[in-house]
């Protein structure tokens, strides 16, 4: 039967959680579409605007998977706990 080592997989859950919120943020960053110069009014623009879009909703998308991979990782430690009473 396979161990679960209770406070380590909380603490990897801990800082899978904290990545998750750093991506979030992150994807506030992402602002090629705000470009100066030449390419201003450009089609060219256009594209980056839609790359733009793109971006931020992958960098969501994975702060919200690591959100949820750290949730299972709680609860598996949790009830590893519960089930040895271990905590």
């Known amino acids: 039967m396979p161990q679960i080592d209770i406070a380590a997989t909380k603490a990897a859950a801990e800082d899978l959680s904290e990545g998750g919120d750093a991506l979030d943020g992150a994807a506030g960053s992402v602002a090629v579409a705000d470009l100066t110069g030449q390419l201003r009014g450009s089609s060219t623009a256009g594209v980056l605007a ?3 879009s793109t971006g931020r909703l992958r960098l969501s998308d994975a702060a919200r998977e690591l959100g949820t991979l750290a949730e299972g990782m709680t609860t598996l430690a949790d009830n590893t706990g ?3 009473g271990e905590r």
Request: hydrophobic residues 35%.
């Open 82 to 84: 519960d089930a040895t």
């Open 50 to 52: 839609d790359l733009q």
